[in-house]
């Protein structure tokens, strides 16, 4: 049996990285599959049989810089993680080293202007004073930057060398090293050199620029990556530690790992509930928008469901516990999103594929560039300044070509999508989901439980004409006995008549015999006489009169959803009943919503006809299949996707499981203690029909989030490639500097992850 883990990865950096550690670990036995991803620095592994140790994990990759750390071990101390920690700590000696290297940073860009401005006679040269002291400082400081923030750039190259694998910091770390070798030199043995080299130019400023905003850059990419999986962050807050149980008649405070089902526990006003539950004692409103999304409070009674993670408000409540803690609500939830998080979308594995190979085609792209400028460059410029050139082009090569923009184009948007989504009450289990959502063209709505409420409303009790005339004190008694007949009957349209009737000022009177005819209806004794309450087929039976002459007696009414039953005695019908589906409050609107976005909307339901007709006609569902098996809900699933549509199916996940598994998109409608269902791809907490339009707008804004970020990185790359490689040299007598290549390098990153950042504050319809 198949097992998975999710760890957390150090030393992991770039696009390339994300390819490497995929293909080291997913070749060690015992691993069946694994997925890495870079915005959350995770990977997931499936084991084909019983978990490996992690020395197994490292085993292959440790060499190359990377390590699986555990991710479920907690630090016990404020509820954080290790990987929070180390997180924490690496920003802070990240934010120590900056404040040295930033000063440095600003040094060598004034050089670089200064003397750049100066040989256009814009501003005076410099002294020879000052020229000497940048001359002398400038060495000091690249050694600084290199051999301090710069060392993972060094071990990279050392890996390099030694295993051939070749990531992000390998290109990096051969311009850097290049290009300082190449300026000790020349200032060490000026002299000596001076005849061969052009000794007066150095690119000491292109170490520390390079290394110094590329760290500077990762600094404020880490911090932005941190905000795209705040959500999960702040669903793992919602996550109680203790909580106050009853036991022996005292009040204890115990872990919540301790708590066992059956255990009562107490929750005061203004704390969080800690349990999924039953409220034994009290009431109280509570604040469930952290797991639904819905900001209005849920009034709490003798008997109602609570769930872990939800603020209790007013009142005093005691809860029986229903789940263990790590079975709750928000663990599944928490569950669902994290597995999303760490899930791939079909274009996210062909971006890794293509940076698994990228850098490689750089370090061949950055030595033709070399070699070039050193075969034609010296007849116009002579050996000296032909080598410094080369050099340069071929450094600005390398480190404009960086994939990271590329590795995190994809991964960022899903993260924050996801992440948008479970705020706000719509589940998300896996990145293919919501690129298919994305794409969806027709969505197909079963009706019970989706688009109406799992129970029914009562319109009215009528008498019949042939009653007598006392019309009321006989509407009264039928009342009565229809109550007295339903209140015990645990068939969902007895239940509905008896609640309508519950709030009803209706006699009570005491029935005997009661009994249940399957598919009829229901019969019962009241001083001597025998009465019947059901369909009109069973009403025709037990009275001998046809069912024409029985609908005559009210006016030939019908209701509009094909729902009556009658009551009636031996020889004649007494009363009917109408009723009809409840229709949710926003199913209308949203129908017309999902209609406005270009989606054809089909509603198919086991219900007959003129229900499902009348539900349709209501809410503006033009194309409707009434009296459907599951069987017949897939069929009418394929067919549309025969026609080469896209299609979702919404559902409640149980009888309509075919059919869901069948969609390209399956969608269920949860009432926020179910959430864990297996045959859908989208949960939407609360039973919220409000939130169908809101999960296809989500996708389809993530969805262009990840191909605006896409066609940023390639089309980055497309044109700076070729510019850093010195283009447009021949013509136009200009090219790119290593340093603003990094510096432009580092921008690209971090514009990527702010423009996915956009999506936490959308607007979803």
């Given at each position: 049996m198949s097992t998975a883990k999710i760890y957390t990865i150090k030393g992991m950096h770039c696009a390339s990285c994300v390819t490497l550690i995929q293909d080291k670990v997913g070749k060690v036995p015992g691993v069946a599959s694994v997925s890495v991803g870079l915005a959350n620095e995770k990977a997931k592994v499936t084991f084909s049989g019983p978990e490996l140790s992690l020395e197994m994990m490292n085993r292959d990759i440790a060499p190359l810089g990377y390590i699986f750390e555990d991710d479920a071990k907690k630090d016990t101390m404020n509820g954080m993680d290790h990987?929070?920690?180390?997180?924490?700590?690496?920003?802070?000696?990240?934010?120590?080293?900056?404040?040295?290297?930033?000063?440095?940073?600003?040094?060598?860009?004034?050089?670089?202007?200064?003397?750049?401005?100066?040989?256009?006679?814009?501003?005076?040269?410099?002294?020879?004073?000052?020229?000497?002291?940048?001359?002398?400082?400038?060495?000091?400081?690249?050694?600084?930057?290199?051999?301090?923030?710069?060392?993972?750039?060094?071990?990279a190259v050392w890996i390099f060398l030694r295993t051939g694998i070749a990531n992000m910091d390998v290109l990096v770390g051969i311009s850097t090293i290049v290009a300082f070798i190449y300026s000790f030199a020349v200032t060490a043995f000026e002299e000596t050199l001076a005849p061969y080299l052009e000794v007066t130019s150095n690119f000491y400023d292109v170490v520390i620029v390079v290394i110094g905003l590329i760290a500077l850059g990762q600094y404020f990419e880490t911090n932005a990556k941190r905000k795209t999986n705040e959500a999960l962050q702040k669903l793992a807050e919602l996550t109680s530690k203790t909580a106050l149980v009853e036991r022996n008649g005292s009040e204890i405070e115990v872990p919540i790992e301790q708590v066992v089902i059956g255990d009562v526990v107490i929750v005061k006003p203004n704390e969080r509930i800690p349990v999924d539950g039953v409220v034994a004692f009290g009431t109280s409103s509570v604040d469930e928008s952290n797991l639904t999304g819905e900001s209005v409070p849920v009034d709490k009674l003798v008997g109602a469901n609570v769930f872990a993670g939800t603020q209790n408000f007013q009142g005093i409540l005691k809860i029986r516990v229903e789940k263990d803690a790590k079975d709750t609500a928000l663990s599944h939830i928490i569950t669902i999103v994290e597995d999303a998080q760490n899930s791939k979308a079909p274009i996210e594995k062909t971006a890794d594929k293509i940076s698994g190979v990228f850098t490689y085609i750089v370090l061949v792209i950055a030595v033709i560039t070399f070699a070039s400028w050193m075969f034609f460059a010296p007849a116009s410029m002579g050996f000296a300044k032909a080598l410094a050139f080369?050099?340069?082009?071929?450094?600005?090569?390398?480190?404009?070509?960086?994939?990271?923009?590329?590795?995190?184009?994809?991964?960022?948007?899903?993260?924050?999508?996801?992440?948008?989504?479970?705020?706000?009450?719509?589940?998300?289990?896996?990145?293919?989901?919501?690129?298919?959502?994305?794409?969806?063209?027709?969505?197909?709505?079963?009706?019970?439980?989706?688009?109406?409420?799992?129970?029914?409303?009562?319109?009215?009790?009528?008498?019949?004409?042939?009653?007598?005339?006392?019309k009321s004190t006989k509407a009264t008694f039928h009342q009565s006995l229809i109550y007295a007949m339903t209140k015990s009957s645990r068939h969902p349209i007895s239940a509905s008549i008896a609640e309508w009737l519950s709030v009803s000022k209706v006699q009570n009177i005491s029935v005997s015999d009661i009994s249940e005819i399957t598919g009829k209806g229901l019969k019962a004794h009241y001083e001597g006489n025998t009465y019947y309450l059901g369909s009109i087929g069973y009403m025709s039976e037990v009275t001998g009169v046809s069912e024409d002459a029985l609908k005559k007696q009210f006016d030939g009414a019908q209701f509009e959803s094909g729902r009556e039953l009658y009551l009636a005695d031996t020889k004649t019908v007494l009363a009917l009943v109408k009723i009809h589906d409840t229709i949710k409050a926003d199913a209308q609107a949203e129908i017309a919503k999902l209609k406005a976005l270009g989606l054809r909307v089909v509603m198919a339901t086991g219900d007959n006809k003129k229900t499902g007709e009348a539900v349709a006609m209501h809410l503006g569902i033009d194309e409707v299949h009434t009296e459907v098996k599951p069987a017949d809900k897939l069929r009418i699933i394929a067919d549309l996707q025969k026609k080469g549509l896209k299609v979702a199916m919404i559902g409640d996940g149980v009888n309509d499981s075919p059919a869901l598994a069948q969609a390209d998109v399956a969608i269920s409608m949860s009432d926020g203690s179910d959430i864990a269902i297996e045959s859908s791809d989208i949960v939407l907490l609360n039973g919220d029909i409000g939130k169908v339009a809101e999960a296809v707008n989500l996708a389809k804004r993530t969805n262009r989030t990840v191909w605006q970020n896409l066609i940023w990185s390639f089309g980055y790359n497309s044109v700076g490639i070729p510019i850093a490689a010195g283009i447009l040299f021949p013509v136009y007598g200009w090219t790119l500097s290593p340093a603003i290549a990094g510096s432009i390098m580092a921008f690209e990153s971090v514009t990527v992850v702010l423009n996915s950042l956009r999506l936490k504050h959308i607007k979803l319809l």
């Open positions: 990987r929070t920690m180390h997180h924490a700590m690496g920003e802070q000696a990240i934010a120590f080293e900056m404040r040295f290297v930033i000063p440095m940073v600003v040094f060598s860009f004034v050089m670089m202007f200064w003397e750049a401005l100066a040989d256009n006679a814009l501003v005076p040269k410099m002294s020879t004073t000052v020229y000497e002291v940048f001359h002398h400082l400038m060495p000091i400081f690249a050694t600084f930057v290199l051999f301090g923030i710069g060392r993972r750039y060094i071990k080369a050099l340069s082009t071929m450094m600005a090569v390398l480190v404009i070509a960086c994939p990271c923009a590329l590795g995190l184009a994809t991964p960022t948007a899903i993260i924050t999508g996801v992440g948008t989504g479970a705020r706000r009450g719509i589940l998300i289990k896996n990145a293919e989901s919501l690129e298919k959502l994305a794409g969806v063209q027709a969505i197909v709505f079963d009706k019970t439980g989706t688009l109406t409420e799992n129970k029914l409303s009562v319109e009215g009790i009528f008498c019949a004409h042939d009653v007598g005339d006392e």
